[in-house]
């Protein structure tokens, strides 16, 4: 049943944009967890891009987290496009964290992180479009959570520091700092598929039709301050 309703929401949302990924910025799919907001964002890609389960040029996302750049100032929940793709493969890198064990005792643990290189393409303030290479990391875009896990966002860290064992030195926080803000990896975009979001997302955004998806095990009230 849930299977049925999400291809019926699904249709409908192709049927508002004239099944055209370029038409897709007039029409949104509102779900109410991150989880089924995943699943829109296969379905609806399935059509688009069918067999392409990695991200294309012409796919339709939006930043989860502030980026910041020379050139501009990417926000948390503003929509781009993937405008290239520019390397074949995913770029795997396998980082060892030190974090807590369950005995209170620091462990080891292997944490690995997939990144790609892309054009990508947003709009000024103005409106206009504007495209930029940028590298993304991977483990976000593809599963169904909001964030970069801690374990992740540590190791994203601690690949920095592996690179730039120099800057581990005492007196060197200023350059470590800078170093920090223009580096590539530690500053990989993190993005989701746009097609589908949450209602926390959603909020403050206008669209010309959207299609809100309201079944959920939350409590009542929680469900209704989706239609808030």
Same mark, same amino acid.
């Given at each position: 049943?849930?299977?049925?309703?999400?291809?019926?929401?699904?249709?409908?949302? =192709?049927?508002?944009?004239?099944?055209?990924?370029?038409? *897709?910025?007039?029409?949104?799919?509102?779900?109410?967890?991150?989880?089924?907001?995943?699943?829109?964002?296969?379905?609806?890609?399935?059509? #688009? #891009?069918?067999?392409?389960?990695?991200?294309?040029?012409?796919?339709?996302?939006?930043?989860?987290?502030?980026?910041?750049?020379?050139?501009?100032?990417? *926000?948390?929940?503003?929509?781009?496009?993937?405008?290239?793709?520019?390397?074949?493969?995913?770029? =795997?890198?396998?980082?060892?964290?030190?974090?807590?064990?369950?005995?209170?005792?620091?462990?080891?643990?292997?944490?690995?992180?997939? #990144?790609?290189?892309?054009? =990508?393409? #947003?709009?000024?303030?103005?409106?206009?479009?504007?495209?930029?290479? !940028?590298?993304?990391?991977?483990?976000?875009?593809?599963?169904?959570?909001? *964030?970069?896990?801690?374990?992740?966002?540590?190791?994203?860290?601690?690949?920095?520091?592996?690179?730039?064992?120099?800057?581990?030195?005492?007196?060197?926080?200023?350059?470590?700092?800078?170093?920090?803000?223009?580096?590539?990896?530690?500053?990989?975009?993190?993005?989701?598929?746009?097609?589908?979001?949450?209602?926390?997302? !959603?909020?403050?955004?206008?669209?010309?039709?959207?299609? =809100?998806?309201?079944?959920?095990?939350?409590?009542?009230?929680?469900?209704?301050?989706?239609?808030?």
């Amino acid at each position: 049943m849930v299977r049925q309703k999400c291809s019926g929401i699904r249709r409908s949302y =192709l049927d508002s944009c004239d099944r055209k990924v370029s038409r *897709t910025g007039e029409s949104i799919i509102i779900a109410s967890s991150n989880r089924q907001v995943a699943e829109y964002n296969r379905l609806v890609r399935e059509y #688009f #891009f069918t067999g392409q389960q990695q991200m294309v040029a012409g796919d339709k996302v939006i930043s989860v987290a502030n980026h910041y750049r020379a050139d501009a100032c990417i *926000t948390n929940g503003e929509f781009g496009m993937i405008k290239e793709v520019l390397s074949p493969h995913s770029e =795997l890198i396998s980082v060892d964290i030190s974090v807590k064990g369950d005995t209170g005792d620091m462990v080891k643990r292997k944490v690995n992180l997939s #990144f790609r290189d892309v054009i =990508l393409g #947003f709009r000024n303030d103005y409106g206009e479009p504007f495209f930029f290479e !940028a590298k993304i990391v991977e483990n976000l875009l593809y599963n169904d959570q909001p *964030t970069l896990s801690s374990d992740e966002h540590k190791a994203l860290y601690v690949h920095f520091l592996n690179r730039h064992p120099e800057l581990r030195r005492k007196g060197n926080e200023q350059k470590l700092r800078i170093a920090l803000l223009q580096d590539p990896y530690f500053n990989a975009f993190k993005l989701k598929f746009g097609y589908s979001i949450t209602g926390h997302k !959603a909020q403050g955004s206008e669209w010309k039709t959207v299609f =809100l998806q309201c079944q959920t095990h939350q409590k009542a009230g929680d469900a209704a301050n989706l239609l808030i």
